[in-house]
């Protein structure tokens, strides 16, 4: 029983990881690709607790940076928002993974948080 709660853990948290890994990589070839004028850089957070939901755990956030020079305004970050509501996929992957909040955020640390499960569609 508890081998299979420790194993079960680890799986759950290689998932999570697995998926921000991905996010990277994507994101590092749209910059290069010049499909975005910024590179992006995804890494999990403590998160929000006002977010949280059924499926919630620890480092329940889904941070993302925006690694542009000086300050990124609160609209881009928005921007960077309204383009993750677009891909349902990816807002159900990172809720599935135990994920609640989402965070946009420059080098500066401006930027925004809210709830995934707000970003589903209907």
Known sequence: M???NIREWFNH???KNQLVKEFNLNAKHAFINGEV???LK???SWGNSKFKHAFSNTWSGFRIKVTNKGEVSLEF???IGLLIIQDQVLVRK???CGF???EVFGMEGDGFQTGLTLL???
């Open 37 to 39: 004028p910024t590179l």
């Open 42 to 44: 995804a890494q999990t």
């Open 2 to 4: 508890i081998w299979n």
């Open 94 to 96: 990172l809720i599935s």
């Open 77 to 79: 970050c928005k921007i």
């Open 13 to 15: 948290h290689a998932e």
């Open 120 to 122: 589903l569609s209907e």
């Open 100 to 102: 609640d909040t989402l």
